[in-house]
């Protein structure tokens, strides 16, 4: 009797103290957007309506599909920003692809061999960071040189000027709906699925995660870093070629120097999905959320008839308290 | 492992052997391709006064990369000096376009750059926010600070004839012949190398910037040792910002972001001159003068500027990848553990 009723006490005492953040945290992130969402609602009657609504969807989408692979990247390729993983060319090449499809399609290419085009160059840019990254070259500087390389790419095809997406198929990208949701929105669901299932629940997620830890430890444990670490640059070219392609259907347009106003959006949307993570870990779930708000916040700001201005330095406060927060995790691991 | 350690001790090696030096001669070999080209290519190239023009728009590069090595050798980055640039021409500008004296003007202009800086410091040395991060919601931040004071991003012209000489003389002076931007820009360079590699000073930020904790353990004041750097590297592109307002004569919001990039592409790409990857002004400057060169070349050869992009690029990924791949068959380093924020930064190419 005395045993067994001791038993779960020691079992209790001898628990490793849980890794992370506390409980609250994680809750705290989303009771901040939920906070947010609900005072967007209550100061502007046009917020929740579902045309709006809709609208908020269809800006998330970019961000969304982009910071899945930019999370990807992160996770493969450990969260320090200066030695672990990190892609500066996801915005740049998102705004090669658009301009390649916009390109072929003007050229009277019918619309699948564009895709393809424009997703075979992001595939290609992918290639490049990969191969280099695997190489021994700071994925820091590897990207930079990549966004520099597609964005003057971008400048080349489309001659600086802006070049219609026309045709049934884009059209089709921009104003048709699947199951009652817009086409870009069921994109970003399905990769969502897809990418998040990938990442949580299938060996190459878990090592994934593993090698982003603990590249060393994942090598012992008979791991090949290299194949996760090229393949997470690949698939983050590849997203954000998707990511690309809905930015100019629903821009009507493939417009030059689109890539570099969307990176630091990307970047924010993966960095900020920690706070949505109990183990403050970078997650396509957590990415998915961000970038919802974030596209709320943009929204409602501009129907609140906040100046543009505003924006951008609230997203600047949104990152650091994101950092705050990541910073606290820091001194809790050191203690 | 007794290889590795032996070999990266300094002076218990014999003479350096012609495959050792090779990766570190990339970078200089690839600035003499770059020259010999364009001067076959275009006749003009080589002529004192394109050389001196070159220099004189490379130098707010030249500023703005010799304060990000300051940086980088403290371990850290900085994505925020053009806002710092961006600032101090902004407030340099408005100072003169309200009529201040020109030595108030530059000295509001260094003020508000140092500002950017000490906010840096705060961040990443009180916070320990991780300095890419930081600064960059600083970029954020400082972007829409621009905005706001300039009514939603409306430039700042000078009336020329307006312009005080003692504010001209910055951007377009002349100091026995040479530019003064070009004359600013090797001071500052020379005084930023002898800080970095001649004084306690300069030796502490480098350990400091390699090993950390070490540099903790032994009592070095890493906090403000890092703070430094930050506000120095600020200090010296609002000192870019000054020259950049005064040459223009104006203030175009967001134009000190154009730097930030090349800055860091040059900083690596001197990075492969060092034995050990350690970044160096010296080998700044190459890097600042391949993508300068660069471009005035592809100028000079009549090359649309979308191409410049391209080549930047590519000289930044060709010198690097080689530099990596011709050092990987030298030695193969074990590479330290990607940890969280406190990682020792691996000095790679």
Redesign the interface.
């Known amino acids: 009797m005395s045993t067994a009723a001791a038993t779960p006490q020691t079992g209790a005492a001898q628990r490793a103290p849980r890794r992370g953040a506390p409980a609250w945290l994680s809750w705290a992130g989303y009771a901040t957007v939920l906070a947010v969402v609900l005072a967007l609602a209550a100061s502007s009657p046009n917020f929740l309506v579902p045309a709006n609504l809709a609208a908020v969807l269809n800006q998330a989408a970019v961000y969304a599909i982009a910071g899945f692979g930019l999370a990807v990247v992160i996770v493969t390729?450990?969260?320090?920003?200066?030695?672990?993983g990190?892609d500066l060319s996801v915005g740049a090449v998102a705004g090669l692809a658009g301009t390649v499809a916009a390109v072929a399609s003007q050229a009277g290419l019918p619309p699948v061999a564009s895709i393809a085009g424009a997703l075979a160059v992001a595939a290609a840019a992918g290639t490049?960071n990969g191969a280099?990254v695997v190489?021994?070259?700071?994925p820091?500087?590897?990207t930079?040189?990549?966004?520099?390389?597609a964005?003057?790419?971008t400048?080349?095809i489309s001659?600086?000027v802006k070049v219609p997406f026309t045709g049934a198929a884009f059209e089709w990208l921009r104003d048709g709906s699947l199951a009652g949701l817009p086409v870009a929105v069921v994109v970003m669901l399905v990769l969502f699925a897809v990418v998040g299932l990938g990442l949580g629940s299938t060996s190459w997620g878990v090592r994934s995660y593993a090698v982003?830890q603990?590249?060393?430890?994942a090598k012992v444990a008979g791991i090949n870093p290299r194949k996760y670490i090229f393949n997470s640059y690949l698939i983050s070219a590849l997203l954000a070629g998707i990511a690309g392609l809905l930015l100019s259907a629903r821009l009507s347009a493939a417009v030059p120097g689109v890539g570099n106003q969307i990176l630091?959006d990307i970047?924010l949307v993966a960095?900020m999905s920690v706070v949505f993570s109990r183990r403050l870990v970078v997650t396509i779930t957590g990415t998915l959320v961000a970038a919802l708000f974030i596209a709320a916040l943009t929204n409602g700001f501009t129907l609140l008839g906040v100046?543009s201005?505003?924006?951008?330095?609230a997203?600047?406060?949104l990152?650091?308290v994101v950092?705050?927060v990541?910073?606290i995790?820091?001194?809790s691991?050191?203690k | 492992m007794t290889a590795t350690a032996t070999r990266n001790r300094p002076g218990l090696r014999p003479a350096p052997r012609a495959a050792d030096i090779l990766p570190r001669l990339i970078a200089p070999l690839v600035l003499a391709a770059i020259m010999l080209a364009f001067s076959v290519l275009t006749p003009t190239f080589l002529t004192g006064d394109n050389l001196l023009a070159v220099l004189n728009q490379t130098a707010i590069l030249a500023l703005v990369a010799a304060g990000m090595t300051v940086v980088v050798r403290s371990g850290?980055?900085d994505l925020s000096v053009g806002v710092a640039l961006d600032l101090a021409a902004l407030a340099a500008a408005a100072a003169i376009a309200e009529r201040y004296v020109p030595w108030v003007a530059v000295v509001v202009g260094l003020a508000f750059g140092l500002a950017v800086g000490l906010v840096n410091a705060f961040?990443i040395v009180v916070?320990?926010?991780?300095?890419?991060?930081?600064t960059?919601?600083?970029?954020?931040?400082g972007?829409?600070?621009q905005?706001?004071l300039t009514g939603?991003?409306a430039p700042i012209y000078l009336v020329r004839s307006q312009v005080p000489e003692g504010f001209a003389l910055w951007g377009n002076g002349y100091l026995l012949g040479v530019p003064f931007p070009v004359v600013a820009a090797v001071l500052v360079a020379g005084v930023v190398y002898l800080a970095l590699d001649g004084t306690r000073w300069g030796r502490e930020l480098t350990v400091t910037g390699e090993q950390p904790g070490a540099s903790r353990i032994s009592g070095k004041r890493v906090g403000a040792l890092g703070a430094s750097a930050y506000v120095l590297a600020a200090g010296v592109a609002a000192l870019a910002g000054v020259v950049l307002a005064s040459r223009t004569y104006a203030f175009i919001p967001a134009s000190g972001q154009l730097y930030v990039?090349d800055a860091?592409?040059a900083v690596?790409i001197g990075a492969t001159l060092s034995k050990y990857g350690r970044v160096s002004v010296p080998g700044t400057m190459v890097g600042v003068l391949i993508f300068a060169l660069l471009a005035n070349g592809m100028n000079l050869a009549g090359l649309?500027?979308?191409?410049?992009?391209?080549?930047?690029?590519?000289a930044?990924?060709l010198v690097?990848?080689l530099g990596?791949?011709l050092a990987?068959q030298r030695t193969s380093r074990v590479?330290p553990?990607?940890?969280?924020?406190?990682?020792v930064?691996?000095r790679?190419?």
Do not use: C, E, H, Y
Not at chain 2, 127 to 134: G, K, M, N, S, Y
């Open positions: 390729g450990g969260d320090d920003v200066v030695d672990g990190i490049v280099a190489l021994g070259l700071r820091l500087l590897t930079l040189a990549t966004m520099g390389i964005g003057s790419l400048l080349v001659n600086n982003g603990n590249p060393t430890a630091l970047i960095f100046a201005q505003w924006v951008g330095a997203k600047g406060v990152i650091l950092l705050a990541v910073a995790r820091g001194r691991d050191a | 850290g980055i961040l916070l320990r926010i991780p300095p890419f991060l930081a960059l919601s600083v970029w954020f931040i972007t829409s600070v905005q706001l939603g991003g990039m860091i592409g690596f649309s500027f979308f191409w410049q992009g391209l080549a930047r690029g590519l930044l990924l690097l990848l990596v791949v990987r590479r553990p990607a940890t969280a924020t406190t990682a930064p691996a790679k190419g």
